[in-house]
């Protein structure tokens, strides 16, 4: 583990969750671990079925049946500077009821089915902040529209009556933020908030996201597959693969430098690094969650895989020079292997 | 919205005639008329009915002419007098005849939907939280057998049940010592206690129905984002469930409650005929059998009306509760 | 290095263990409908039903050979005589032997309410046997015989396992006489909507336009008149000096020209999302004929969902005829079916002293259950995705 300077905000370590399936036990988030501090935007990338956004979801206690955060330790500050361990609470719990919306603000992947259809947006604006703030109708009412004028909701007085089908892709997201932001959380997880929007609208959402960071001092979680988005916002980047953490340190040292393969693979997808004009996709799909490879979990998509060690023993997950942590056989004494045994393409 | 009630409303009115005229055809078919079964009875009663009497009749009936001219004499009466023409066999005008019964009718339909509305949704919520749980096979287990039982085998059971374990046979409406009273307490309860059987019946059904329809609408609705969208927001379980998904439930059965009243009305006609109670079905059937065909025509034609009606009702609720369709219709 | 992981490294290694995979090609090697009998065979309930569902069938069509009796051998002196139990092992002086029989009836006379009962009486055995001879029938209209599955050994002698009815007649083979007539006008009447709604729901659905808005206001307005009063009305016109089997055709047709509207609504469902798919398209732009679009390209791909809304409108039929003919509308004695019978418990006193008369009704039950869980299974079966 690495040594925070200053007490982080969040603090994750070891993170198990399991979904016990008909075919089997799914262990979608297993030992995962990382740090977020004050007003820092931490953003975590993989594939479909990397276990990212279940992680956001242990994180708020939104993981449904069969799901279960069956270990770990998950300490977060809390406002008036003590902490708790959110793994140790049960999700429906008051404790942790009165955490969601207050101190960690949460938004959804689409805009349009993470908002009710048959309910204006002011209501759904204003219940979280009469409960947690404890506001009248009139008051919350004042809050919700403060809220949406932050989030550069156009004539959001006129408009709290809404419906979200009247609105665009853009303005429903911007409606979703401003309900999470509205009792100005400490941290925002934000579940790839922009894949589902068009590139203008989602370049303007990161910005603003980016802006709002700044006024209200809150860090960010930021799930994303999406490198190109990773390389505007993010502090310090996690990869994940098939529930485990893959590499993750500073941003800059991960893009510029990445060092596990499936990071360079990523990156080849959003980047010529090359320099042949040409974008390369990872070869093969992610394996079935019930059928995990032996040893490494990406040996079987890997160029550099090393037959009799990658495919029969797990690398460890293991500093490199200070905030750096890789999990590869390429880099378990610390330095790169010779890579003479690898495979050509 | 009120565009809409207007433009819905008017939509009635072509379905109204073209049923009129369905109705109509239905109760010309049977070969012969009124006066052929009449003349048949007074013959088997050993009274003779001479041949000119009877065409003197028919004449007097319009029964002589075509049916096209018999179908636009009963459709402009009814619609500019709201005259439904007389009955041949009570000799009184038909509206006098189904009145009172129109009224026992419309009760025990409204009766039985409250209840189905009263039982199915709340069932319907808890067995979609607790999926797989006891009460949830439980509330299957009954939803088929609400389907499957005949409504005339439930009645029979219930009236067996009543005779041999509160030794009352509970036909009719009343009791003889509240068959003329004035309205009390008594009397209500009276009437209650001999309408709870179509009302249970009738219910049951509508009740498998539902509860079947609002726990698929209810899983469904549960897993949709905006379920955790209110979870992140802190919301208690109950409080989320019943202001998102359960609201959003109630929609299809909304709808689903227009479809019922169709299926209500039918079936009252049955389980009316079957536990004696004087409402429209018992009438009808008479009336069928007698061919007195003013009288059965006005009978099939008003409980079109109240399906009509019904379905007109349960879409504008649905404009009102879903704002999605009311703004499809603006 | 081994051969099997070079040829791991060399190739992307299969992302499923070998069982899945060997699944996953069993199943895409499938046919449709290959897949849908795994599906079905998975669904127990539903597997059990079917298996009842034939059974009344096979049960409906045999029933001159499976019934003890005749639907009309009446035992007056046997009126509303309540069912016997049927004895496997007999006891005698030497011990106790195989020898399946029933007891006879003794009458008692309750003095006070000068009713007459009947007990029964461990002196006079009735032995009972299979295949044995009884009332004669003609099967099918093909032969005649008078062998019975089962029944009393020695013909005439009562034998009444759920009872008699007014006429003494025995309930026990009228239900499975019953069974005949409400389980085929269910099947028939079933059948003739199927014609009706496939043609209208197809044409509504591939056509559209000014057709498809004409056949859906049709439906509309159908839906929209009380089934039961509608039926009533077109039942009271049905001649009473018809022919027994004329009155089943009437009443069956009866039944269908509501019944149809349902499936030409699922029919019309499938032929509009269909009619964009690719390979109706492809079929189009090769130059087929509309007919062989859809006898050949549309129609076999919904056959399962066709099956399924069969199986699941058949049960309404059964209800519909029950509620018919019991309140004298529908079919008339000497015809028996459930509905029928029922009409024998009409009065609610003669119920009350031989509750046995109910019997008809839990077929109708166990007819309507089985072929509603049987409907449900297809229909899951057929589309797994389906709500």
């Known amino acids: 583990m690495r040594a925070p300077t200053a007490a982080p905000l969040l603090e994750v370590d070891n993170l198990r969750t399991h979904f016990t399936t008909p075919g089997g036990l799914v262990k979608s988030v297993d030992g995962v671990s990382f740090t977020v501090g004050h007003q820092e935007t931490v953003c975590i990338v993989g594939e479909s079925g990397s276990g990212k956004s279940i992680t956001a979801r242990s994180i708020m206690g939104l993981v449904r049946r069969p799901g279960r955060v069956v270990g770990g330790r998950m300490n977060f500050r809390l406002r008036d500077g003590s902490t708790v361990d959110l793994a140790a609470i049960p999700p429906d719990s008051a404790t942790y009821r009165a955490i969601r919306g207050r101190e960690i603000g949460m938004i959804f992947q689409e805009p349009m089915s993470a908002l009710s259809p048959v309910h204006t947006i002011g209501s759904q604006i204003e219940e979280g902040i009469r409960l947690h703030l404890g506001f009248g109708a009139r008051a919350a009412r004042e809050r919700a529209v403060d809220a949406l004028e932050k989030v550069g909701f156009p004539g959001a007085r006129q408009r709290l009556n809404t419906y979200p089908f009247q609105l665009s892709g853009g303005l429903r997201q911007r409606v979703c933020i401003a309900m999470a932001l509205a009792c100005e959380p400490s941290l925002l997880i934000a579940d790839e908030p922009t894949t589902a929007l068009d590139v203008t609208t989602q370049a303007n959402i990161l910005e603003l996201l980016l802006r709002l960071q700044g006024e209200l001092g809150m860090a960010i979680v930021f799930i994303t597959h999406d490198l190109g988005v990773v390389a505007e916002i993010a502090d310090r980047v996690v990869v994940m693969y098939l529930g485990q953490v893959m590499e993750a340190g500073p941003a800059s040292g991960i893009l510029g430098h990445p060092r596990h393969p499936y990071t360079r693979g990523l990156l080849r997808c959003v980047a010529d690094i090359e320099g042949d004009g040409l974008l390369r996709a990872i070869p093969g799909i992610v394996p079935h969650p019930l059928a995990r490879p032996p040893g490494c979990p990406f040996s079987t998509r890997c160029e550099e895989m090393m037959p009799g060690l990658c495919d029969t023993t797990a690398p460890e997950l293991l500093a490199i020079n200070g905030e750096s942590r890789v999990r590869c056989h390429l880099w378990s004494s610390g330095q790169p292997h010779v890579t003479e045994g690898a495979v050509h393409g | 919205m009120f565009a809409f009630i207007i433009r819905r409303t008017a939509l009635m009115v072509p379905t109204m005639l073209i049923i009129s005229a369905i109705v109509f055809v239905v109760i010309q078919l049977p070969p012969g008329d009124f006066l052929d079964t009449l003349a048949s009875q007074l013959a088997s009663q050993g009274e003779g009915l001479a041949d000119s009497q009877i065409a003197l009749l028919r004449e007097r009936y319009g029964l002589d002419q075509s049916i096209l001219v018999q179908y636009l004499k009963w459709i402009t009466n009814i619609v500019t007098a709201l005259d439904f023409g007389q009955s041949f066999e009570w000799n009184k005008a038909v509206l006098d005849v189904i009145a009172p019964r129109f009224w026992v009718t419309l009760g025990i339909a409204l009766l039985s939907l409250a209840l189905t509305a009263v039982v199915a949704i709340p069932c319907g919520i808890y067995v979609s939280l607790r999926q797989y749980s006891l009460g949830d096979n439980l509330a299957t287990f009954f939803s088929f057998l609400g389907l499957a039982v005949p409504n005339v085998l439930m009645t029979l059971v219930l009236m067996y049940a009543s005779f041999t374990l509160f030794d009352s046979n509970p036909g009719g409406l009343f009791s003889a010592q509240y068959q003329d009273a004035p309205w009390s307490v008594g009397r209500v309860l009276d009437l209650l206690a001999h309408l709870w059987i179509p009302a249970v019946v009738l219910a049951t059904a509508g009740t498998a129905e539902v509860v079947r329809v609002m726990r698929a609408t209810m899983l469904d609705e549960l897993s949709k984002p905006y379920v955790d969208t209110a979870r992140a927001k802190g919301l208690t379980e109950a409080r989320l469930t019943m202001k998102y998904p359960a609201r959003i439930a109630i929609n299809p059965i909304v709808s689903k409650l227009g479809w019922m009243i169709p299926i209500i009305v039918s079936s009252e006609a049955v389980v009316s005929i079957v536990a004696d109670i004087p409402t429209m079905g018992p009438l009808l059937l008479r009336s069928l059998l007698a061919q007195d065909m003013y009288l059965a025509g006005a009978i099939i034609l008003l409980l079109a009306f109240l399906t009509v009606i019904g379905t007109l009702i349960s879409d504008i609720l649905l404009a009102l509760l879903d704002p999605r369709i009311r703004h499809a219709m603006e | ?387």
């Open chain 3, 1 to 387: 290095m081994s051969s099997a992981t070079d040829t791991t490294a060399a190739a992307p290694a299969p992302a499923v263990p070998a069982a899945i995979a060997a699944q996953e090609s069993r199943l895409a090697g499938a046919s449709e409908w290959r897949l849908i009998w795994w599906r079905f065979r998975r669904h127990r309930l539903a597997f059990a039903s079917g298996i009842v569902v034939l059974a009344i069938y096979v049960i409906a069509l045999l029933a001159d050979p499976i019934a003890p009796a005749s639907t009309e051998a009446s035992k007056p002196q046997y009126t509303y005589a309540p069912p016997q139990m049927l004895h496997l092992f007999r006891t005698t002086d030497d011990g106790w032997r195989f020898e399946p029989h029933v007891l006879g009836y003794r009458v008692q006379i309750d003095p006070r309410a000068m009713r007459r009962s009947f007990v029964t009486d461990p002196d006079t055995v009735i032995p009972v046997g299979l295949f044995v001879r009884g009332d004669r029938y003609s099967f099918l209209g093909l032969f005649e015989s008078d062998l019975h599955l089962f029944g009393p050994i020695e013909a005439g002698q009562p034998f009444f396992l759920l009872g008699a009815d007014r006429l003494g007649r025995d309930v026990l083979s009228r239900t499975i006489h019953g069974a005949r007539v409400s389980m085929s006008i269910g099947l028939v009447g079933v059948l003739m909507s199927l014609a009706i709604g496939v043609v209208l729901g197809g044409l509504s659905g591939y056509l559209g336009g000014l057709v498809d808005s004409a056949i859906q206001r049709t439906i509309e307005i159908i839906r929209s008149i009380p089934t039961i009063p509608l039926w009533m009305g077109l039942a009271a016109a049905v001649p009473l000096t018809w022919h027994p089997l004329a009155v089943y055709f009437a009443v069956t047709v009866i039944l269908s020209l509501i019944g149809w509207t349902t499936i030409a609504r699922i029919v019309r469902g499938k032929f509009l999302s269909l009619r964009n798919e690719d390979f109706v398209v492809s079929a189009r732009l090769d130059g087929a004929s509309q007919t062989r679009i859809i006898l050949v390209h549309m129609l076999p791909s919904f056959y399962s969902y066709i099956i399924a809304a069969t199986t699941l409108a058949v049960p309404t039929m059964i209800l519909s005829e029950t509620a018919l003919s019991f309140i004298g509308l529908g079919l008339q004695p000497p015809m028996v079916s459930w509905g029928v019978l029922l009409k024998e418990a009409q009065n609610i006193r003669s119920l009350a002293s031989a509750p046995w008369l109910f019997a008809p009704g839990v077929a109708v039950m166990i007819a309507v259950l089985s072929l509603s869980f049987l409907g449900d299974g297809l229909r899951d079966a057929a589309d797994p995705y389906q709500k």
